[in-house]
């Protein structure tokens, strides 16, 4: 299946800004089962520096600075992915995830250390006692680790409700599981905090999922929107993807952005101005699949 994404976003600002400094994350990277056709920026005011480069966890960036003064920024990102995502495995077959554990802490294996990086609390997920507790209802003893996530990613779904304009990027996900509302951010960062509790690897992923309209209606031109879920680790598999916000493992609907820690990593668009004073954001989103 093939996509064809666009992301614009423009920022108003109520008093000129003199010069920004920006780090988008927004053309997609390439991984098992995705492959970027191509891809396009686009600036305006057009910045006077721009480069593009891969960061830390190895996804694509582009560092902006913007030296004309302006009251408005407009940045639109779009490209062309192709998606080819196998069957899932048994999740069933993967390791308790008891092991996993083990092999974690005694393994110098490279491929091991790469992945235990993300086992570890990080500055949007930190986990607590209750954080655990939610965790255990999953992992209980000689569950196989995948399995157990898969478990954990249903009971996320059915017991939190979503909810949008009840949280932002800094609600604690201590104050997510207290209220059981949230959108897909606070569910990634909550399961992720759950699967970290235990000391399991788990990442953040980026990116966007296909929408469907209701039947009979016509799809909105920009109604679509960013989307997050998590990463899974397990020795024999791999990373395995995981969707608390749709209960499900993704496939060809699920189009990968990037990955990182938590949310913190992988902000489509991060930076800081001079002037500016208050601003408002819009983001308008289009996922359309599109002919091979």
């Known amino acids: 299946m093939n996509y064809d994404v666009s992301h614009r976003t423009v920022f108003t600002y109520a008093a000129k800004v003199a010069i920004s400094h920006h780090v988008l994350h927004l053309r997609p990277r390439s991984r098992p089962g995705q492959r970027c056709l191509r891809s396009s920026i686009i600036v305006d005011p057009a910045p006077s520096l721009?480069?593009?480069g891969i960061d830390y966890f190895g996804n694509p960036t582009t560092h902006?600075?913007?030296q004309a003064p302006h009251e408005k920024l407009q940045v639109l990102s779009s490209f062309r992915v192709e998606i080819d995502i196998a069957e899932p495995p048994d999740l069933g077959l993967s390791r308790p995830w008891e092991d996993v554990l083990e092999l974690l802490a005694t393994s110098a294996d490279a491929t091991v250390l790469e992945a235990a990086q993300f086992a570890y609390d990080s500055p949007f997920v930190a986990g607590n006692a209750a954080i655990l507790d939610l965790a255990r209802e999953s992992f209980v003893p000689g569950r196989p680790v995948l399995a157990a996530t898969r478990d954990l990613t249903a009971?996320?779904?059915?017991e939190f409700e979503y909810q949008g304009g009840v949280t932002d990027v800094s609600t604690p996900v201590e104050e997510v599981l207290a209220s059981r509302r949230g959108v897909c951010q606070d569910f990634a960062h909550l399961q992720i905090a759950c699967l970290r509790s235990l000391g399991l690897p788990a990442r953040y992923v980026?990116?966007?999922?296909q929408?469907?309209?209701?039947p009979g209606k016509e799809k909105l031109v920009g109604s679509d929107a960013s989307h997050a879920w998590i990463s899974a680790w397990c020795p024999d598999l791999g990373w395995i993807d995981f969707d608390p916000t749709n209960d499900l493992v993704p496939r060809d609907?699920?189009?990968t952005l990037a990955w990182g820690r938590d949310y913190g990593d992988v902000s489509p668009i991060n930076g800081f101005m001079v002037g500016g004073d208050s601003h408002e954001v819009r983001v308008m989103v289009d996922v359309v699949p599109a002919a091979a």
Do not use: A, C, K, N
């Open 253 to 255: 609907e699920h189009i």
């Open 206 to 209: 980026s990116g966007y999922l």
């Open 155 to 158: 009971l996320i779904f059915r």
């Open 64 to 66: 902006l600075t913007v």
């Open 50 to 52: 721009r480069t593009e």
């Open 211 to 214: 929408t469907h309209p209701p």
